[in-house]
């Protein structure tokens, strides 16, 4: 039993049974055992690989992506580009050596920022954007950054953010529990609360006994504030994670240790649990904050900003298990059978700014 494991096990024993999103918070962010404070989780020698760690293609793309937000929205300047939970940094160092040869004057002049509550995260960023010769600034949340037009991303963020579970009991749904069983084994249990009925999906009326919907308040409070802060001083977001395009019923809270799905209960503190991203709710709240919004698989959008044309530049230099490389790259981030339907791209503009890939405002 993990040391974690023990402690939740003592906590629910002294307290009682607790919500699900309670759960996923201790094993993802408890200070002392959290999985993202304790262990690295990302590459090959983690639990699993993220885009920006499979090829510069993905942060080279991106850039070009908020290069042009940023001249449609009027070159703003004294500019913010920020990342929220930023991984190994990998991302932003792909960024700031394509926005510097995009635009010298962009990349002197931003004021970049690292948004990230894990200070072992930090420390790692902290040496991947070691040579940079650009200002880097490290936050623990989006509240302490300069008062002025965000650019802002956010590549596998929402997954991680803890949601509840309602599960069908009777004519009615009640608040999924992480609770002990006879032997003092956690499982899980429906508990005494409720949901409002609004925030359940349409087709929750026809789901049978014991189905699972999905509501995350902690996901839309924190898209809200993004959105409030693009709404106020301009900027754009593009957010990037597995998730769908229209909400359902289902259970997809997932653990996921050494590249390996295990069960969400087994060994709290050193499995990453995720769970798949509500698109619509977060659309829904960047539109009632006055902003546009674009949704898009994530193979279309990085078709649309040209991955088959970089990764032809980079291939004509390489040789041939290089371009098998990088083949077997833009397969994986925009291929239908790897990430480029799974994964989805949520971007957030001022209202009537239109920019590649996107048209017009879904």
Known sequence: MTRLKTRIVDLIEALGPLPVNEYMALCLFDPADGYYTTREPFGAAGDFVTAPEISQMFGELVAVWFYQAWAAIGRPMPVTIAEIGPGRGTLMKDMLRTLSRLDPDLANGAAFAMIETSPRLAETQKQTLGATPFAVRWHETIETLPDQPLLIVGNELFDAVPIRQFVRAGASWRERMVGLDDQNVLCFFAGAGSVDPTLLPVDAAEAPQGAIVEVAPARTALMAAIAERIARNSGAGLFLDYGHLRP????????????????????????????????AALAAVARAHGLDVHLSTQGNFLLGMGILERAGRLGADAGQAGRDKITGDVERLAGPQAMGDLFKVLAVLPRGVTIRPFATAD
């Open 248 to 279: 359902g019923v289902g259970d997809t809270l997932q653990a996921l240790r050494k590249h390996n799905h295990e069960d969400v209960l087994a060994n709290p503190g050193e499995a990453d649990l995720t769970s798949h991203v509500d698109f």
